[in-house]
T-cell receptor, first 115, second 113 residues
Framework: NAGVMQNPRHLVRRRGQEARLRCSPM?????VYWYRQLPEEGLKFMVY????????ESGMPKERFSAEFPKEGPSILRIQQVVRGDSAAYFC?????????????FGPGTRLLVL | AQTVTQSQPEMSVQEAETVTLSCTYD???????LFWYKQPPSRQMILVIR??????QNATENRFSVNFQKAAKSFSLKISDSQLGDAAMYFC??????????FGAGTRLFVKA
């Protein structure tokens, strides 16, 4: 299966700990997007990355959140010093370069629970 | 600003019947793309159907079809011959050709046996 991969699927952290969420895009896709979904809500855009570049992070909180997409390896969404309000589902999506770029294919999501 | 509005928090349909989910949107762009995503209890986001705004013909995918009214900025999803596996949250989404996809709040569809 060459779909978007995310891990872990579930992550439990205590307040103040760090959370690292990983995303491997579909084969051949060079664009990665992160979205957050709070309970009973739609997905909200956080950040858009290409290899080694953050293109737009307008939806990401200014503090404690960071994202990267290195030349080798998966994209990482990092949340430092987590708080209960960070509990949500975090979805990664990818799209190809060029045509069909506007169609984003989603991974299964990571459910983060902050105790 | 771009917005997507789904005015039906919940809908229900009898198995084998047809149901239509509503979606309206707003954008100042003339070229854009519209999507319906399905999110079953597993919470995986599954692309159901997509529509390019420059195409007048409504998109169809098996039992799923859309009614795209560009002037009214309306993009409804019709599910024919509903099946139990269609029960899920359905999200309408808008992309203006860039990187950000805007999602509606979702409609929860119940399918009665």
């Amino acid at each position: 299966n060459a779909g978007v991969m995310q891990n872990p699927r579930h992550l439990v952290r205590r307040r103040g700990q760090e959370a690292r969420l990983r995303c491997s895009p579909m084969k051949g896709h060079s664009h990665v997007y992160w979205y957050r979904q709070l309970p009973e809500e739609g997905l909200k855009f956080m950040v858009y990355l290409q290899k080694e570049n953050i293109i737009d992070e307008s939806g990401m909180p200014k503090e404690r959140f960071s994202a990267e997409f290195p030349k080798e390896g998966p994209s990482i969404l990092r949340i430092q010093q987590v708080v209960r309000g960070d509990s949500a589902a975090y979805f990664c999506a990818s799209s190809p370069l060029g045509t069909d770029q506007e169609t984003q294919y989603f991974g299964p999501g990571t459910r983060l629970l902050v105790l | 600003a771009q917005t997507v509005t789904q005015s039906q928090p919940e809908m229900s349909v009898q198995e084998a019947e047809t149901v239509t989910l509503s979606c309206t949107y707003d954008t100042s762009e003339s070229d854009y793309y519209l999507f319906w995503y399905k999110q079953p209890p597993s919470r995986q986001m599954i692309l159901v159907i997509r529509q390019e705004a420059y195409k007048q013909q409504n998109a169809t995918e098996n039992r799923f079809s859309v009614n795209f009214q560009k002037a009214a900025k309306s993009f409804s999803l019709k599910i024919s011959d509903s099946q139990l596996g269609d029960a899920a949250m359905y999200f309408c989404a808008l992309n203006t050709g860039g990187f950000k996809t805007i999602f509606g709040a979702g409609t929860r569809l119940f399918v009665k046996a």
